[in-house]
Every structure is written in structure tokens, then in C-alpha cells.
């Protein structure tokens, strides 16, 4: 497949309010949808805390004319609340949603639900007519013993009903490369779509990286430490580090690529551009 056949998505999260909103559509979203995207999905804050927000934004995108994919979590909501919302987004002609377990709110205990438990719930009321997707760890889940075990996990969510996977970011092609091996060996043949984020902000990479369990290579975090209060500089290098690495895994044969834009998209753009998407 070629760069330019490749499919790609993006995604959003739920702005605070309804300028925030309009704001998306008329911004960003209207930017990116220039590339035609596969997709757009919608996350699920910590607990469900952005309920009402991720309904208001997939409807707004759906709105203006994009696919929407809803990111979906355990939590400790009802099971019933949770139906109630997927018949909704479905109402509104949405058939995938992703699964997730999803952050857990801060200062409460870890709730013992999974994403594997929504996968069952979801796959027994809806059956066949919900695609569902889960996450995927190429550098192992931050939260696992070892990999042999987060891959028995990933594989208990697709023998539960998942048809395809979104992995956490990285910036090492073999990470991607050895985590697809593994999971062909141990039968798991679902399409795993990797997760590219653009870089942007040393800082708030960092922290994201720390916490979502996402390798810097070393010499790619001290290059942009060394350009952190250059934000033009570090911009490009960041654009230059994520084109090659999804020109990389474009050669690779990737059914896709999936963009965590943090709702902007500048650096998402240009790399689509160089890539000739």
C-alpha cells in the first residue's frame, strides 16, 4: 500500500464548552478533514467525567460531516447507562466504538473493570452490528507485570469480540514491529493500527510519555531538550522525527494510521503533507 492509499484518522478530545466546540469544527477539525480521515474519535475523560462533552462533540463532528468513532469506558457506570449511550450514538449512525478500561479519576481506587469486560457487554447486546476496537501496547501497559501477561490480556479483549486495535504512541518502529510478531504468534489477527503523535511540546511530552508508559528514545528526548525553548526548531525536528517514523511504518504495510492530535493541527498536517496523504 502506498503512503497516499494509506487510511488515516484523528483524534479529538472534548473541549470545555460549546465555544470550545464550534471552535474544533470550524478549526482544526475543518483542517484535517481536508485529508478525507477514515475517522475522528471522540475520548471518554477519567471515569467518565467528560460524558456529557464526548456526546455533544461526536454529535457536533457528526455534524459537520465526519465518521466518528466514540472512545467508550468501563468506569463504574451501570451496564444499562452504557447501553443506553451506545444506542444513542448509534441512533445517530455510529457502528464502531473504541473500548477502553480509561483513566482512573484521581485520589479513587482502581476500579476492577476492564476493557474486556465492555467488549463482552457490548458484543453480547449489540452482536455484529457494532465494530469494536481496544487499545494496544507495543512498550507494554504501564500497569502490567511483563509482556507475556499484557498480551494475554490484549488477547482475552479480542477473543471477547474486538475486531481491530489503536496502540499507544511511540517512536520506536521496532516496538510496533515486535508487539505485531507477538501477537501473530499467538493468533491474534486483528488489524493493529498504530498510534502516531506529533510532537509539539517537550514538557508535555514527557509527561505524557511518563504516564501512559511511552519510551523516548534517549537520543530524541536530549535533541529535544535541547530545543525546548525553541519552538520553532523543536516543531520541525518533531514533524521531521514522526514523518520518518510513518514513512517507516507505511513500508511496513500498516493498515492505517491513527493521529492523536491534542486538538490541534499544525504538526498533524505537515506530516500528512509529507507524506503525500
Known amino acids: 500500500m502506498s503512503a497516499s492509499q494509506t487510511p488515516i484518522s484523528f483524534e ?3 473541549p470545555r464548552d460549546a ?36 456526546r455533544q462533540t461526536v454529535q457536533a463532528l457528526r455534524n459537520s460531516g465526519l465518521a466518528i468513532v466514540p ?33 482512573q479519576p484521581s485520589g479513587e481506587a482502581s476500579s476492577k473493570r476492564y476493557a474486556v469486560d465492555l467488549v463482552h457487554l457490548l458484543k453480547n447486546h449489540f452482536g455484529d ?3 469494536l476496537a481496544v487499545a494496544g501496547y507495543p512498550e507494554v ?32 518502529i521496532n516496538a510496533y514491529a515486535d ?16 498510534g502516531i503523535m506529533p510532537i509539539t511540546d517537550f514538557d508535555a511530552l514527557v509527561r505524557f510519555s511518563n504516564k501512559a508508559g511511552a519510551d523516548i528514545p534517549r ?24 514523518t520518518k517514523l510513518c514513512s517507516q511504518l507505511i513500508d ?14 499544525g504538526a498533524a498536517t505537515k506530516i500528512c503533507r509529507n507524506l503525500g496523504l
Open 12 to 14: 479529538f478530545f472534548p
Open 19 to 54: 465555544e470550545g466546540v464550534d471552535k474544533l469544527i470550524a478549526g482544526t477539525a475543518a483542517k484535517l478533514k481536508a485529508f478525507n480521515p477514515e475517522y475522528c474519535s471522540v475520548t471518554y475523560g477519567a471515569g467518565g467525567s467528560t460524558k456529557d462533552g464526548t
Open 71 to 103: 472512545h467508550l469506558s468501563a468506569g463504574r457506570e451501570e451496564n444499562s447507562a452504557l447501553i443506553a449511550l451506545v444506542d444513542e450514538y448509534r441512533e445517530q449512525g455510529i457502528s464502531q466504538i473504541l473500548c477502553l478500561r480509561g483513566d
Open 129 to 131: 452490528a457494532l465494530h
Open 141 to 172: 501497559h504501564p500497569e502490567a507485570v511483563g509482556p507475556s501477561a499484557d498480551l494475554a490480556f490484549f488477547k482475552d479483549k479480542v477473543s471477547a469480540g474486538a475486531s481491530s486495535a489503536v496502540t499507544q504512541y511511540f517512536y520506536d
Open 179 to 194: 508487539f505485531v510478531e507477538r501477537c501473530a504468534a499467538s493468533a491474534i489477527n486483528i488489524p493493529i493500527i498504530p
Open 219 to 242: 537520543w530524541l528526548g536530549k535533541a529535544l531538550e535541547e530545543r525546548r525553548n525553541d519552538e520553532a526548531s523543536l516543531s520541525a525536528l518533531g514533524v521531521d522525527v514522526v
Open 252 to 265: 511496513l504495510g500498516v493498515p492505517a494510521l491513527h493521529f492523536y492530535t491534542l486538538n490541534r493541527w
